[in-house]
């Protein structure tokens, strides 16, 4: 069990808003979901990928001379990486003294990631944390998300999984039956806004989220507020009355931000879609968002946990 193996993005100690206490964020690669407003898109794809960030480059042509794939080739002032025909040898990222080339998505056996998450079991246990399963959606990754959470469970960590909610009901049953708390991502509850935003309907969601209300699983809601997607007054009030109705300890909302822009530069993805020039919501726009879920019976928390 320990040995099986799986792709971790990143892992983040110390973390106070993905759960209770202090926590361990282990990220896996990979997502069922395409939303437009994605912030980690080094998340999505299920390969390792390399990231390349302009502003670490010193441009000392070592990347170029390594690639055995001529793969890198120098433009005026830039090296350009040709992803066609880059065969993910790694050799690049190797070389590269600044860490301006990295390597996105690293292979790692589970008990690779409990011997991390297990160095800060002191700070759990002090502030009632532990490990918080987190992505992309980690149940792309089924096997070894279930693997990563019996280990959990047997090191008497606690576990927490984010998750957003798009898998049949048999998998979404043994995940649920293998952590303390789920916290399910909410993107939109119109099902035809839901696929033009994020690819896909929301019809397993919808359905695994009234499944969690019928079995009285510690759960909580998380919302990313998007503007002109879901910050609608109208359409928080139907949200707020919806998840009322199902009783949440509290709602986690979570505002847009461009950071993912700057990623998508790194990870050589076109610039494109409906968010490339929004504008995020001001301070004032989140409140008056709060304020109108909180109006409908919900402890509201802006950013996510206490």
């Known amino acids: 069990m320990g040995r099986k193996e799986g792709l971790i993005f990143d892992i983040q100690r110390f973390c106070i808003h993905d759960g209770p206490g202090i926590r361990t964020v282990v990220f896996l690669k990979g997502c069922n979901l395409s939303c437009a407003w994605c912030q980690n898109p080094e998340s999505i794809s299920t390969r390792p990928e390399i990231s390349y960030s302009e502003e670490r480059c010193i441009h000392c042509g070592a990347c170029m001379e390594a ?33 301006a080339l990295r390597q996105i998505g690293q292979q790692m056996t589970v008990d690779d990631v409990l011997d991390i998450v297990s160095e800060d079991r002191l700070f759990y246990e002090n502030s009632g944390g532990g490990v918080t399963f987190s992505g992309g959606e980690p149940s792309v990754q089924f096997e070894y998300l279930e693997a990563l959470l019996d280990e959990s469970g047997r090191r008497q960590i606690h576990r927490v999984v984010e998750t957003n909610g798009n898998m049949g009901r048999k998998r979404f049953n043994r995940l649920v039956s293998k952590a303390e708390l789920i916290l399910f991502d909410i993107k939109h509850l119109d099902t035809r806004m839901h696929k033009l935003y994020t690819g896909c309907g929301n019809e397993l969601i919808l359905s695994n989220l009234a499944y969690l209300d019928r079995d009285g699983v510690a759960w909580t809601p998380r919302v990313p507020l998007i503007p002109g997607v879901n910050d609608d007054p109208n359409y928080l009030k139907a949200l707020g009355k919806r998840l009322k109705a199902l009783e949440p300890r509290e709602l986690h909302l979570l505002p847009y931000h461009q950071l993912g822009e700057a990623k998508r530069k790194e990870l050589g993805l076109p610039h494109e879609g409906i968010f490339k020039t929004i504008t995020p919501l001001t301070e004032e726009d989140v409140k008056r968002a709060a304020a109108i879920l909180r109006a409908c019976g919900l402890d509201v928390i802006i950013g996510g946990g206490r």
């Open 67 to 99: 690639c055995p794939y001529e793969a890198i080739s120098s433009l005026p002032a830039l090296p350009t990486l040709n992803r066609e025909a880059c065969r993910m040898c790694m050799v690049c990222v190797k070389v590269c003294p600044t860490k």
